[in-house]
Nanobody, 126 residues
Framework: QVQLVESGGGLVQAGGSLRLSCAAS????????MAWFRQAPGKEREFVAA????????AYADSVKGRLSISRDNAKPAMFLQMNSLKPEDTAVYYC???????????????????WGQGTQVTVSS
């Protein structure tokens, strides 16, 4: 089993920044593909960003490209989401997700991930 715990959410004004963290524990972290998803009230959970186990490959939703940046530190082990130029439409609960894959894959579909955190709330005021 892998346990994922998100932190770093909060309330920020439009144009501001936040840095989310996802701490992992349990089984080995290295072969894990990691991702961020988000869910706004009344909407489906949607893909935000993903990173391969070695950090060599990333993927982003079109709506966040150029503003959000995913990274990881396998020594900690943890994953991060640097969020800049935030918009009110970024308001959501942000979830950390993981799945084991020992190649350089990234996955963008919710069904691909078997491990999930409890989420952290991000609220962007206009």
């Amino acid at each position: 089993q892998v346990q994922l715990v998100e932190s770093g959410g909060g309330l920020v004004q439009a144009g501001g920044s936040l840095r989310l963290s996802c701490a992992a524990s349990g089984r080995a972290f290295r072969p894990l593909v990691m991702a961020w998803f988000r869910q706004a009230p009344g909407k489906e959970r949607e893909f935000v960003a993903a990173i391969s186990w070695n950090g060599g490959r990333t993927a982003y939703a079109d709506s966040v490209k150029g503003r959000l940046s995913i990274s990881r530190d396998n020594a900690k082990p943890a994953m991060f989401l640097q969020m800049n130029s935030l918009k009110p439409e970024d308001t959501a609960v942000y979830y950390c997700a993981a799945v084991y894959s020992d190649d350089s894959s990234v996955f963008t579909t919710r069904a691909d991930y078997g491990y999930w955190g409890q989420g952290t709330q991000v609220t962007v005021s206009s």
